[in-house]
């Protein structure tokens, strides 16, 4: 986790990833959702009022309007841009001996070892990692899924942000396997928001 800096050397993102009853659930600077009430205040952010999908928070003095599935707000340094921007655009990843591409990464702040899948729809996810990682996933949409044991039952849901090198990527579609898998796949739901470019055993990944 990335230590603390004083609020004004970095700029501070904020996003809403969803609304329990009177309370908003924020993702400041990536970390862990956190459930606020109208005024509760953590990491410098304060709400203000919180109704629908969506909630009025104080980012270090400047009023803010979140709403559910927008890409969150930044307060700092370089003025409002999006989360994305404040982390990064660019990852860059090296092939293994077979030519995929391996690394590690974080979903909802959570360590996980991925390989880029093209042909893959959205971002896979083992259950035993879904598991380690605390998703949901029972909560999410059941579905169908093809094994090589037949087909199984699988589980549709939204993750909070994956984060691949400096890029950070909020409200994500995945699906848990019902299977354990080596890797977490990252999918066409991740990979179209980025342009991707090859380069001999080097792959580009530039946020769009």
Request: glycine share 12%; hydrophobic share 40%.
């Given at each position: ?68 599935g927008e890409a969150p707000v930044s307060i700092g340094s370089r003025g409002a841009s999006s989360g994305n921007e404040a982390r990064g655009r ?78 950070e990527v909020y409200g994500v579609d995945a699906v848990v396997a019902p299977l354990p898998m080596p890797y977490v796949l990252l999918g066409n ?20």
């Amino acid at each position: 986790m990335a230590s603390l800096q004083p609020l004004a050397a970095h700029a501070q993102s904020v996003a809403l990833s969803g609304v329990l009853g009177s309370k908003a659930l924020l993702v400041i600077d990536g970390q862990s959702p956190r459930a606020l009430g109208a005024g509760d205040s953590a990491q410098g952010v304060r709400v203000l009022q919180v109704a629908g999908d969506s909630a009025v928070v104080d980012i270090r003095g400047q009023r803010q309007t979140l709403r559910l599935g927008e890409a969150p707000v930044s307060i700092g340094s370089r003025g409002a841009s999006s989360g994305n921007e404040a982390r990064g655009r660019r990852v860059v990843l090296k092939a293994d001996s077979r030519g995929h591409f391996i690394e590690s990464g974080l979903i909802n702040g959570k360590t996980m070892q991925y390989m880029v899948d093209t042909g893959a729809s959205a971002v896979a996810i083992g259950r035993a990692d879904a598991e380690r990682m605390g998703l949901p996933y029972r909560q999410g949409t059941p579905v169908m899924m093809r094994t090589a044991n037949g087909d199984a039952q699988g589980w549709r849901l939204r993750l909070d942000s994956v984060r691949i090198g400096d890029v950070e990527v909020y409200g994500v579609d995945a699906v848990v396997a019902p299977l354990p898998m080596p890797y977490v796949l990252l999918g066409n739901s991740l990979l179209t928001q980025f342009h991707m470019t090859r380069q001999g055993t080097e792959m580009v990944l530039e946020k769009r």
